[in-house]
């Protein structure tokens, strides 16, 4: 353990050291690149701001609406059938459209369930084995200009929803 603790702590200057001396030894400017990197990104962040916003809005507004309550109402009679823990739903709902929503609800049944029950492995899989979809894609696409995103979103979801059912199977499988 003392030696990953070591190396963790030598793995951010050394990056620094072997980029200066890369730098040095192909003749680049430096501080020029570093500088030029730094103006390319911000052009980035404001390019990509309205994405951002406008995802943030719309993801706010689909939790306020009450619509999340809904979907989880409707989904839960369903899926406890089939043997899935009634806490991971509302989870499972809105881990595409918003992580830190997300991970307040992981938090949710790992305090009221905790961490070792089957509620809370189960959530723990599904809190990191998928993606928040809706904000990755408006990131994405968003900085690269592609406003048709054709069958992305799609695609996305179905391997969030392979994501959860395996992380389901997986862990009941391995743990219970």
């Keep these: 353990m003392k030696i990953i603790e070591f190396i963790s702590k030598l793995i951010v200057p050394l990056m620094f050291i072997i980029t200066i001396i890369t730098g040095l030894t192909k003749k680049v400017n430096i501080y020029e690149s570093f500088t030029e990197g730094i103006k390319e990104s911000l052009q980035t962040a404001f390019n990509i701001f309205p994405n951002i916003a406008a995802i943030m809005i719309a993801i706010g507004l689909f939790r306020a609406s009450g619509l999340t309550d809904f979907l989880t109402g409707l989904l839960t009679p369903f899926l406890t059938s089939l043997n899935i823990p009634s806490e991971i739903i509302p989870l499972a709902v809105l881990k595409p459209m918003s992580g830190s929503g997300s991970l307040a609800i992981l938090n949710d049944i790992l305090k009221t369930a905790g961490a070792d029950s089957r509620a809370g492995i189960i959530a723990s899989v599904i809190a990191g084995s998928t993606e928040t979809t809706f904000y990755t894609v408006a990131v994405y696409f968003g900085a690269v200009g592609i406003k048709d995103t054709r069958h992305t979103v799609a695609c996305a979801l179905i391997a969030d ?15 219970f």
């Design 161 to 175: 929803l392979t994501c959860m059912i395996t992380g389901i199977i997986v862990s009941n499988l391995l743990i």
